[in-house]
């Protein structure tokens, strides 16, 4: 299983939310490039990027910075969410290096949209769904749906998604573990990959996540957690390691 180091932009620093309010930040540096290269540095093989103004704004705000830890670290897969509305914006971020874009409230909001990329771009769309009690949320999560997280997750699973990545809003952002049994069953009702996401605190969440009985969970998200200093990233990579192995 993949750790995955969390880099959350908003006006061009590193931030993190609590519980996805744009209100509720903690920046922990303006030079998200370096903060990559402390990830890599780590044994990071994956990074997640996240445009917060994207997100709100519908389109990307934070690219420059994207291009540039794309272009500082050109081998490592990266992976981007936030603002990703349409085709145009996809094919900018794969020219600038990104390997996988993440859509988010557009996959709820227009399904057909992620059919579209699949076959445009394929093996490179991610799609990013978050659930409260099984159910997804949408729109910074203040709307919950009433579409269930496994169903839509089976949809996009025929548009050929490369992975899924799944937050359980409840829990991101604010340091109580992840829902490792949702996320278990998750990535037992489908056939692609799930990767983890929110409330991962310290080592022991990455052991529960490995030892889920599932093969399926191929990477988790972690922010808060290593930015603090609960988890120490290249302790936790090691340990998945041996748990995978």
């Known amino acids: 299983m993949l750790l995955i180091p969390a880099i959350d932009l908003k006006d061009g620093h590193c931030v993190r939310l609590r519980q996805g309010r744009m209100e509720d930040e903690t920046i922990f540096s303006n030079d998200p490039v370096e903060v990559a290269g402390r990830w890599v540095e780590a044994g990071a093989r994956r990074l997640h990027l996240v445009d917060l103004n994207g997100a709100f704004a519908g389109e990307p705000v934070n690219g420059g910075v994207i291009q540039a830890i794309a272009k500082a670290y050109p081998d490592l897969p990266i992976q981007v969410g936030g603002g990703i509305r349409d085709e145009k914006t996809i094919q900018a971020y794969l020219e600038a290096g990104v390997d996988f874009v993440i859509i988010g409230t557009q996959a709820v909001k227009e399904p057909e949209f992620v059919a579209r990329a699949c076959a445009a771009f394929p093996g490179h769309v991610i799609v990013g769904l978050d659930a409260k009690e099984g159910m997804v949320a949408i729109d910074g999560w203040a709307t919950v749906t009433d579409q269930e997280v496994t ?3 089976r949809r996009f699973e025929q548009d050929g998604v490369s992975a899924i990545v799944y937050t359980d809003i409840g829990r991101d952002g604010m340091m109580t573990g992840p ?5 278990a069953a998750l990535a037992n009702a489908v056939n692609i990959p799930i990767v983890a996401s929110g409330g991962i605190t310290d080592i022991g969440d990455i052991e529960a996540l ?3 009985e ?9 922010g808060r957690a290593i930015y603090e200093g609960t988890l120490d990233f290249a302790a936790g990579q090691s340990l998945a390691d041996s748990l995978s192995s």
């Open 151 to 153: 169903e839509l997750s």
């Open 179 to 183: 829902n490792v049994e949702a996320t």
């Open 210 to 212: 490995c030892k889920a």
């Open 214 to 222: 599932t093969a399926n969970i191929m990477g988790a998200i972690t």
